[in-house]
């Protein structure tokens, strides 16, 4: 069955019983028309088009919204740098500019570190865990709730799981050979890695290219294998290590500008709740799909694969778990979001251990005999 053809013949039922009943009078109609108004709206991206997942998912959002709302409430998206510069999308909407940004929360870690939660923070949760604060451990409440300071109510909308540590261009093997490195590296990792010695650098994805290939930078992080390969990273950096210790589980968000949103009809705020839903959903099955195959493509074109030290991960543990305690203690935002994904992730790890860990473990061990 057409799912707008069910809802339009139901609703044009509903307003032929309403006329019968009142001496054919129209009454119904323009209560209908006043709950689905024609809206359109501008949203723009952190990410430019070439980068399909991400740019992609705020794509998929529009069209959703436009779908749900037989083209009632219109979304035209702008990609990152056609009204506002990828790291400014916040400004765009909490400014009036546009009405809705699709964006890393983590970006704006300047503004307020507390900002971070809402992507990831070092050492913070995974993925799946990530899901599981935001709908049911109040995360996305306490989110707006900060957020609602800046004018603006937001959403998750993607994930792009665990991420790749970056492309460096000599191995780093133990702390001191982070010392001088010049990295590009998002959100609050750059204030754990300056701890270790490293330069961090905050750089938008289509400039970072150039810079690695100047020498402006020693290494860069970005995503994973398949945005990653698309940068052309490897050409320059051949190491590639893992894991982003700093990225777990890679939130995005819609960001909304509040009195926007408080203006929206009900039925309009749930297309935009559920169109978020359903790209949090796809965006992370689509990197699951994507990255093994650009993986095995980096490492066949001579990308060196290489895990962080167990000295390196043990230092940046501490240095994240010092920087929090300083943001903490006269960060009350902060210090309210950290506590809270704390106290989650406690638990949640001690069941991914009976759960996940042991039926993964077993699988990789298959997989690495030749047995799948």
Request: with cysteine.
């Amino acid at each position: 069955m057409d799912r707008r053809k069910f809802i339009g013949g139901a609703a044009k039922g509903a307003i032929g019983a309403g006329a019968v009943g009142l001496g054919a009078t129209s009454l119904a109609a323009p209560a209908i028309a006043q709950e689905r108004p024609r809206i359109q709206w501008r949203m723009t991206s952190s990410f430019p088009k070439s980068l399909d997942t991400l740019y992609g998912a705020a794509e998929a959002l529009a069209n959703h919204v436009r779908e749900i709302s037989d083209g009632q409430f219109d979304i035209q998206l702008f990609a990152a740098g056609e009204i506002v510069p990828g790291g400014q999308v916040l400004d765009a909407v909490q400014g009036g500019t546009v009405e809705l940004g699709h964006t890393a929360s983590y970006y704006y870690v300047g503004k307020d570190p507390a900002f971070a939660f809402g992507t990831a923070v070092p050492f913070g949760l995974n993925a799946r865990q990530q899901n599981a604060w935001f709908y049911e451990g109040g995360g996305t409440e306490l989110l707006n709730e900060f957020y609602a300071k800046s004018g603006i109510h937001a959403m998750p909308a993607g994930n792009t799981g665990a991420q790749m540590g970056g492309w460096y261009r000599k191995e780093i093997n133990t702390p001191d050979d982070l010392k001088g490195l010049k990295l590009r590296i998002a959100g609050l990792a750059g204030r754990v890695v300056e701890k270790l010695g490293v330069v961090p650098q905050q750089i938008a994805a289509g400039d970072i290219y150039a810079a690695l290939e100047r020498g402006t930078l020693d290494a860069v992080e970005f995503v994973g294998p398949y945005d990653d390969e698309k940068l052309g990273f490897f050409r320059v950096a051949p190491y590639y290590y893992y894991p982003a210790w700093w990225e777990g589980g890679a939130a995005l968000h819609l960001m909304v500008n509040a009195d926007k949103w408080n203006s929206l009809p009900d039925s309009y705020k749930a297309m935009l709740n559920a169109a978020s839903r359903a790209v949090n959903c796809s965006m992370l099955a689509s990197y699951d799909y994507r990255n093994p195959l650009a993986l095995k493509r980096l490492a066949e074109g001579g990308a060196q694969l290489r895990p962080f030290s167990q000295e390196i991960m043990q230092a940046s543990f501490a240095a994240a778990q010092e920087l929090h305690q300083e943001i903490s203690a006269d960060n009350e935002d902060y210090r309210k979001l950290l506590e809270s994904q704390n106290a989650f992730k406690r638990d949640a790890y001690l069941w991914a251990q009976i759960s996940e860990y042991t039926f993964d473990t077993f699988m990789m061990v298959k997989q690495r005999e030749g047995a799948l």
